[in-house]
């Protein structure tokens, strides 16, 4: 079995219109600032927790949220 | 038609030092610009590899605000598949400098020259020069430079159009979308892969063009006979604020900053500390900063760069709380409001640091305006709020004394005076 790609969450800022259900669905990888838009924890997510994570990007009302590789594989 | 007020009215060209290069007296007509500047290679329609590695022995960064370096950025656009443009990046967004709109008036040729280098270097046709609207000056004579050219038929089509005064219209996705009929905001997609009418498209800074068109005609090694050998060639410094004559200056960089000063005349009373790069820039000390090299080298142990080549001289009676608290409410007045953390995120430091500036706001407010200088940071989808956030923190750690007296409730006895730094109006639309 080869091992699971490593993915970091991230957010389009300028489609994010901060509902804030990012945050209760993935408390474990997302809080909101003062003004309610979504403050990311950084580095990949953990196995354990991925499923949380896919589950807040697919609720995504703003399709703002996505899971993807990490900086340095997506450079060239 | 003039826009809203800019925060460097007039300015000298200063053309007293050693280094002049893009500043070094030269008529203005294009007869008189070519008996000392030869003509650019024409444009063809493929990239030209021997050019490109010339402007890569150079050296040559951006000298619009980010010091990316140039060549690796021609390569990025040369590397697309063609059409491609060329924009000419005279916004000029940044308030206290006057650097672009001096080097297009004075210089126009010189800057049209580089483009058309530009040109040849990524091999594109269409060139399209901007400049902020509410500069005729400068508008004026590209105009008129352009007219010149249309006999000697320099391979390039041109094209001139007149920006929106707005600080991020030059952050390049931002002129971009406004060139295609859009608002003058930022969309994040890179200007090299979907440009103007989706093609490629290299945006680049007026003053980084101009030097663009001397490594072409004197060579690299000519370029890197001034500056250090890793920040080779001069740059373009406004000097402002304290000093006996607001000028334009052009330094090697490594230059002493005291060098720079003396430049504009000296300091015109006690200095307590510097801007530096602009209002997109960082408070240092003023003894700490008058020992300092200007270059990215010389000012990172400080925290500061040369950023959009600014330096600003804070007069030892000005409060420094109260002159940033304007300079945010400026802030948070050019967002685009696209992004929640800055369209929400720059007023509340803007109340927050004019409430500390009269003496309304206590220690727990100081450490709020912490955390949300943390929280806003890289946050946006350009990078208008992380220059608040600097700009900010720098205010905090240079002006602590001051911050803890405002945070007592005793405001210092600077802040009821005149503004030392001047903030322009509010902007007008994003188209």
Redesign the interface.
Not at chain 2, 338 to 342: I, L, T, Y
């Given at each position: 079995m080869s091992p699971r790609r490593s993915l970091v969450l991230a957010v389009d800022p300028i489609a994010c219109q901060g509902h804030g259900g990012c945050a209760e669905l993935f408390p474990e990888g997302i809080r909101l600032d003062d003004w309610g838009y979504p403050i990311l924890r950084p580095g990949p997510v953990p196995d354990e927790l991925m499923a949380h994570a896919r589950w807040a990007v697919s609720n995504c009302p703003a399709l703002a949220l996505r899971l993807e590789a990490p900086a340095a594989e997506r450079r060239r | 038609m003039t826009g809203p007020g800019r925060a460097v009215p007039t300015l000298l060209l200063d053309q007293a030092g050693d280094d002049e290069r893009l500043l070094a007296a030269c008529p203005t007509d294009l007869a008189g610009h070519r008996r000392r500047h030869p003509r650019p290679p024409a444009p063809g329609r493929q990239p030209d590899p021997d050019l490109l590695d010339a402007i890569e022995r150079s050296g040559l960064t951006g000298r619009g605000g980010a010091g990316f370096p140039t060549a690796q950025k021609l390569r990025a656009v040369g590397a697309a598949r063609g059409p491609r443009v060329v924009v000419v990046n005279g916004a000029e967004g940044e308030p206290a400098s006057g650097k672009d709109r001096v080097l297009l008036t004075h210089a126009p040729h010189l800057v049209l020259d580089g483009a058309v280098v530009a040109a040849a270097a990524v091999g594109a046709a269409r060139v399209v020069v901007c400049v902020d609207r509410s500069q005729p000056e400068a508008l004026a004579a590209i105009r008129t430079a352009l007219a010149e050219r249309a006999a000697e038929s320099d391979g390039a089509a041109w094209q001139v159009a007149a920006s929106p005064s707005r600080y991020v219209t030059g952050q390049s996705s931002a002129i971009v979308q406004w060139l295609g009929g859009g608002p003058a905001v930022p969309?994040?997609v890179h200007a090299h892969q979907r440009g103007v009418d989706g093609r490629p498209t290299l945006v680049q800074n007026v003053e980084t063009l101009a030097h663009l068109a001397l490594v072409a005609s004197q060579g690299p090694a000519w370029f890197r006979s001034l500056g250090t050998v890793d920040e080779p060639g001069t740059t373009l410094v406004t000097v402002t604020g304290a000093v006996a004559r607001p000028s334009v200056v052009e330094v090697a960089l490594g230059s002493p900053v005291p060098d720079i000063i003396r430049r504009a005349g000296g300091s015109s009373e006690p200095l307590q500390a510097l801007l530096i790069g602009g209002y997109f820039g960082t408070w240092v000390d003023a003894r700490a900063g008058l020992q300092a090299r200007y270059s990215r080298a010389g000012l990172a142990p400080l925290g500061a760069g040369p950023g959009a080549g600014v330096v600003i001289a804070l007069p030892a009676t000005a409060c420094g709380v109260a002159e940033t608290a304007r300079v945010l409410a400026w802030f948070a007045g050019e967002s685009a409001g696209?992004?929640?953390?800055?369209a929400?995120?720059l007023p509340?430091l803007a109340t927050a640091a004019a409430e500390l500036a009269r003496g309304a706001a206590g220690p727990a407010e100081v450490d709020r305006l912490r955390r949300?200088a943390g929280?806003?940071e890289g946050?946006?989808?350009c990078r208008h709020p992380d220059g608040a956030t600097a700009l900010l923190r720098s205010a905090l750690t240079v002006f602590a004394a001051d911050v803890e007296a405002h945070a007592g409730g005793a405001p210092c006895a600077g802040s009821s005076r005149p503004p030392a730094l001047r903030v322009p109006a509010p902007g007008e639309g994003w188209r």
């Open positions: - | 969309t994040g696209q992004c929640g953390p800055c929400f995120g509340a949300w929280e806003i946050r946006g989808a």
